[in-house]
T-cell receptor
């Protein structure tokens, strides 16, 4: 297993278009996170899945954003009617079941860089 | 609410010199503290973490950090930097949410440049 994989790595879209990103976590990692990182800022929490259940969403996740994890494996993050303010790096991280940040670590993907023009 | 402050946006250090990156946190309970490194085009990699016990924590790549509760600080140090250490460094605090989820609150990062 080569770690958390995110696709695409880069996406340029026109304002108003819809985009979808994919995250493949490490196998058997049932916990999955999405973070957003804008220029000059640290990553900010967006949402969290345990298996297929979306258990927590940040206020940053407006109604234009939707995330799914249909089979508890890969996850998708869709942004509808993109705006220039959506331009950012979208990071995915996964964590093994039955663990916590004390005894393991969250593994991050390389991210998808979105540019809205 | 929890927060993390990294007061230095950009630091330049000569190769072989010592390094200290500052991090201050605000959190009502005992914090779980982390340092991550992000190289260009790469994801975040965990350098070290602190939960309890010895306040001096050793990490990978020769880094260490010291937790000082009285100063609400968790500064990252390295005695001798290498050109490969050039990257963005993020301090983070781990929080257990009401949903039983642990999530990370990051600082804004410090960009480290190494000069020959």
């Amino acid at each position: 297993d080569t770690g958390v994989s995110q696709n695409p790595r880069h996406k340029i879209t026109k304002r108003g278009q819809n985009v979808t990103f994919r995250c493949d976590p490490i196998s058997e990692h049932n916990r999955l996170y999405w973070y957003r990182q804008t220029l000059g800022q640290g990553p900010e929490f967006l949402t969290y899945f345990q298996n297929e259940a979306q258990l927590e969403k940040s206020r940053l996740l407006s109604d234009r954003f939707s995330a799914e994890r249909p089979k508890g494996s890969f996850s998708t993050l869709e942004i509808q009617r993109t705006e220039q303010g959506d331009s950012a790096m979208y990071l995915c991280a996964s964590l093994e079941q039955g663990t916590n940040l004390m005894n393991t670590e969250a593994f991050f993907g390389q991210g998808t860089r979105l540019t809205v023009v | 609410a929890q927060s993390v402050t990294q007061p230095d946006i950009h630091i330049t250090v000569s190769e072989g010199a010592s390094l200290e990156l500052r991090c201050n946190y605000s959190y009502g309970a005992t914090p779980y503290l982390f340092w991550y490194v992000q190289s260009p085009g790469q994801g975040l990699q965990l350098l070290l973490k602190y939960f309890s016990g010895d306040t001096l924590v050793q990490g990978i790549k020769g880094f260490e950090a010291e937790f000082k509760r009285s100063q609400s600080s968790f500064n990252l140090r390295k005695p001798s930097v290498h050109w490969s250490d050039a990257a963005e460094y993020f301090c983070a605090v781990g929080v257990l949410s009401n949903f039983g989820n642990e999530k990370l609150t990051f600082g804004t990062g410090t960009r480290l440049t190494i000069i020959p």
